[in-house]
């Protein structure tokens, strides 16, 4: 493929509008267009229409779509080069109120001069890859298996929903062997679904071919045996990677497979706004379905294989409890990470990352960090999770005190790490018990013989007054009131009453003050 020179005066854009049998194809140069015209889907048909084009002279430009990829592999191998367009990123075209064939084509050229005018990151038209064709054949056999996988399962809840309608409950039994189940229906139920149980019958048959075709290719590729080391990861699942990433160079970290994938959230940031979405569900729908499959089985009953992945997600669903289902769609992001950086590493799966024998781990030194090679949160969690022989999260000298310390905080612990020299003891032993006067930590003897001088005692404090209950209060009120002189006559009563309380609230007050510094009353 040949590099057209932008700063060539014959530089050409050239766009293609496809359809089903035809091309209407628009050729611009700075002027403006050239010529416009509609071929037959033919690229031999459509270069005689080009004499005066080389492929170091222009681009051609054409949207995804089922001819896209025919095209490109044709005339990239005729020496172009070729840019099939992602069409949800060209609203220019299916957002126009006049749309035809012609101004899509014009359209495109456009954009053809726009983006080769720009750094390679900086291009408008985001080029899509194309499969070769030992990708496109493995592609072809998932998408058919697929195909007969949904169709088998229509038919199969349509039997169950004729027979319920007769009252009747067919057994719960798995897809493969369900058309062993004609024998338990009656004859006239029998006579209705004998045809699509036959059907039934020859799709567990040919899905059983191509799942022993997967197999058998799966074993001549070295990537996709390192891959199916993996947790949770089937033949299907790993091929449909294989086949649908086709080459791990394209991307720069394993990271990005999530986004292609659409794993990730959507995001809609407009000023203050910054709503939470869900997945943007972009890239190809069968390796992601697949992939969400793994992750229920990740975390599922039926796994009897650990790993530090599962771990996790069981972990984050009981955190979430009923949003188990975005847990799920992160446990099959970080599968997909994993197998894409098995494959980009030529590794194998480790079922807890950085984890070592215990007696391999090195001790680390005080002041080091990054001993676990975390690059995120959630690495480092997993990295935690993996250093514990035991179920129980130990912090790594990413986020904790060095070995020597860890071991001195835990020296009660038989099972726990100790000093040199030390060994350890059951619990509730004294260790060493002191035969003189015992010394507090900012006694202890220091080199030289020399000991710590003791910190002068401190004045005592004055002390506060004391402040008197409630109860007692009460009391002396009582005793106030029986004091008093009681008068007769109408109200003296209550007087006398209310001058013995006066009496105790002013010696209340009294006291008050005395706590603040002044007088009490005599």
Same mark, same amino acid.
């Given at each position: 493929m040949h590099t057209p020179n932008l700063t060539s005066p014959n530089f050409m854009s050239i766009g293609m509008d496809v359809s089903d049998s035809t091309a209407h194809v628009c050729v611009m140069d700075r002027t403006g267009v050239l010529q416009e015209f509609v071929v037959q889907l033919d690229p031999a048909a459509l270069l005689a229409k080009l004499p005066f084009a080389t492929p170091q002279s222009g681009v051609i430009v054409m949207e995804t779509g089922n001819r896209a990829a025919w095209l490109k592999r044709t005339l990239t191998a005729a020496g172009w080069r070729v840019i099939v367009a992602d069409a949800r990123? %060209?609203? =220019?075209?299916s957002g126009q109120a006049?749309?035809?064939d012609k101004r899509d084509a014009r359209i495109l050229a456009r954009f053809g001069f726009v983006d080769e005018s720009m750094p390679s990151t900086e291009r408008l038209l985001s080029d899509t890859w194309v499969r070769p064709l030992e990708h496109q054949a493995i592609f072809d056999q998932l998408m058919m298996r697929d195909q007969m996988v949904r169709r088998r399962g229509d038919f199969i809840r349509e039997i169950r929903s004729i027979v319920k309608v007769r009252g009747g409950k067919l057994r719960a039994c798995s897809t493969?062997?369900?058309? *062993?189940? %004609?024998?338990?229906?009656? $004859?006239?139920?029998? $006579? %209705?679904? %004998? #045809?699509?149980f036959q059907v039934i019958s020859a799709l567990t048959k040919s899905v059983n071919d191509v799942e022993a075709s997967l197999e058998a290719q799966a074993k001549k590729i070295p990537e996709v045996q390192r891959m199916l080391t993996a947790t949770g990861a089937g033949t299907v699942t790993v091929m449909a990677l294989y086949a649908v990433v086709g080459d791990p160079s394209r991307f720069e970290s394993a990271r990005d497979i999530g986004p292609y994938l659409g794993l990730t959230p959507k995001v809609d940031q407009s000023g203050q706004m910054? #709503?939470?979405?869900? !997945?943007? *569900?972009?890239g190809n729908p069968l390796a992601r379905r697949l992939l969400v499959q793994c =992750?229920?089985? !990740?975390?599922g009953p039926k796994n009897k294989e650990d790993s530090a992945l599962r771990k996790w997600g069981l972990a984050k669903i009981e955190q979430s409890g009923a949003n188990s289902k975005k847990v799920r769609i992160a446990? =099959?992001? *970080?599968? +997909?990470? =994993?197998?894409?950086?098995?494959?980009?590493q030529d590794s194998t799966w480790r079922p807890f990352p950085g984890s070592a024998p215990? +007696?391999?781990i090195p001790s680390a030194p005080v002041g080091t960090s990054d001993d676990c090679g975390a690059a995120s949160v959630h690495e480092h969690v997993l990295c935690e999770i993996a250093a514990s022989p035991t179920d129980q999260i130990q912090p790594c000298s990413h986020h904790a005190v060095t070995t020597d310390e860890s071991a001195e905080y835990r020296r009660d612990s038989p099972a726990g790490a100790t000093k040199a020299g030390r060994k350890p003891r059951p619990r509730g032993q004294v260790a060493n018990p002191p035969t003189g006067p015992r010394l507090s930590s900012g006694n202890a003897a220091r080199p030289g013989g020399a000991a710590k001088p003791a910190a002068a005692p401190k004045p005592a404090a004055a002390p506060k007054p004391e402040r008197e209950s409630r109860a007692r209060s009460a009391q002396r009120a009582a005793e106030a009131s029986a004091a008093t002189p009681t008068q007769k006559g109408p109200g003296r009563d209550v007087e006398a009453k209310d001058d013995s309380a006066a009496l105790v609230v002013g010696e209340?007050?009294?006291r008050r003050k005395a706590g603040r510094g002044g007088t009490s009353p005599p």
């Open positions: 990123k %060209l609203k =220019a075209i006049i749309k035809t493969r062997s369900f058309h *062993k189940l %004609l024998c338990e229906l009656g $004859a006239d139920v029998q $006579a %209705l679904t %004998l #045809p699509v910054n #709503p939470r979405l869900g !997945i943007s *569900k972009c =992750a229920n089985y !990740i975390v446990v =099959a992001r *970080k599968l +997909a990470v =994993a197998l894409l950086a098995i494959w980009k215990e +007696a391999e209340q007050r009294g």
